[in-house]
């Protein structure tokens, strides 16, 4: 399941600035094993590039969407193309770090270009495993409200777009510290995430985290956070094939500077041959003049083959700028020929969802590698 738009322009002095913060972290992480083998384990597509010797993995992905909306001009993008670095330092310390190039080339119509390139540190955090149960992470991770968000990489969702309820009402971003691991409650497993976002003060650059991202939104909103504390909890039922989770965020957001109180519940069950999930939020009114906002969907995948699936997605969605209520129903298959390596076509058919997520035809070719 389940990615995020806050960028600085590729050209600009941020983003260079932002990379030379990324290559002196990781150079001052592997210092200490400069003179160890380097001969990295077989490689395979969608793990990574692992080096043993050094605790050092190496990965990331690419996409390209196609898209044909009902009206509009076909339009296609190599949309992300992005480096995942995570390298371990003794048994208890972690550093992570995914640097993202979007919108490398873009054709709309006859017409392309290069210059909607923008670069982005997506994610920039250290991990400390503090004990059993309980991991500290310092940085900028995916703020943990729902099972879409935190599930980033293109080739890992079922398909091209995500249901407004997964990215519209809260930043898909967070700055600051989280505690999160999983316990033994009853003897299953409990997942937990808390954390303390204070983007105000930490977050580089000018971070943009838009409202809408699905092809063909026209609303620019941002949900940038300002400050934000959070929590979520996930359990385990019927042998692991059941979930249920509750989130909750009370939030500031940057422009305009409203407090919102979000609040989610979610469910996932899967067997051999179909995965059926929902969710469900409701986000409070920030302000006399900003009403609340409020949502759910419902999303049926069968499983034809090992590398063939179809989903089936209806969602009906109460946004608060610009105050629509949209109906969406969304059709698609995702084929895996091998591991790492994804296709998907969908439908989407939209009703009083132009700004947001007009009808039309999707399509994309992801690879994990």
């Known amino acids: 399941m389940p990615t995020s738009l806050r960028r600085a322009r590729l050209s600009a002095w941020p983003g260079t600035r932002r990379i030379g913060l990324v290559l002196a972290l990781l150079m001052a992480a592997s210092s200490a094993n400069a003179g160890d083998n380097w001969r990295p384990l077989p490689y395979r597509l969608g793990e990574g590039l692992y080096f043993p010797q050094q605790q050092l993995r190496i990965g990331g992905y690419a996409n390209a969407h196609f898209y044909d909306f009902d009206g509009r001009r076909r339009a296609g993008n190599l949309n992300d193309v992005s480096l995942f670095v995570t390298k371990s330092l003794g048994n208890r310390w972690k550093l992570f770090s995914e640097v993202e190039v979007s919108n490398l080339v873009t054709t709309i119509g006859h017409h392309t270009t290069t210059r909607r390139a923008e670069f982005d540190v997506e994610r920039l955090y250290m991990d400390y495993h503090a004990r059993r149960g309980a991991t500290v992470r310092v940085g900028k991770f995916l703020t943990p409200f729902g099972q879409w968000n935190l599930v980033h990489a293109d080739p890992l969702v079922w398909t091209v777009s995500r249901p407004l309820t997964t990215t519209a009402a809260f930043a898909r971003h967070a700055t600051g510290a989280e505690v999160y691991g999983t316990v033994s ?26 409202a809408f991202t699905d092809f063909g939104a026209e609303s620019s909103l941002r949900n940038n956070f300002r400050h934000a504390v959070g929590a979520q909890a996930l359990y385990h039922l019927l042998g692991d094939s059941l979930s249920i989770g509750a989130s909750m965020i009370n939030f500031e957001l940057d422009r305009p500077t409203h407090g919102y109180r979000l609040r989610g519940v979610s469910i996932d069950w899967a067997s051999r041959y179909l995965e059926l999930s929902a969710e469900t939020i409701y986000r409070s009114r920030g302000g006399v003049d900003v009403p609340s906002q409020h949502g759910g969907y419902l999303q049926l995948v069968t499983h034809v083959t090992g590398s063939l699936n179809l989903i089936a997605r209806y969602e009906r969605y109460r946004a608060s700028q610009p105050a629509i209520t949209s109906r969406i129903r969304t059709y698609a298959i995702n084929y895996q020929p091998v591991q790492g390596l994804v296709f998907k076509l969908e439908r989407r058919n939209s009703s009083h969802a132009t700004q947001l997520a007009p009808s039309g035809w999707l399509a994309s070719v992801a690879v994990l590698f």
């Open 185 to 210: 409650v009853n003897r299953r497993d409990l997942d937990y995430w808390v954390f303390a976002d204070d983007s105000e003060v930490f977050v580089p650059g000018q971070d943009r985290d838009d």
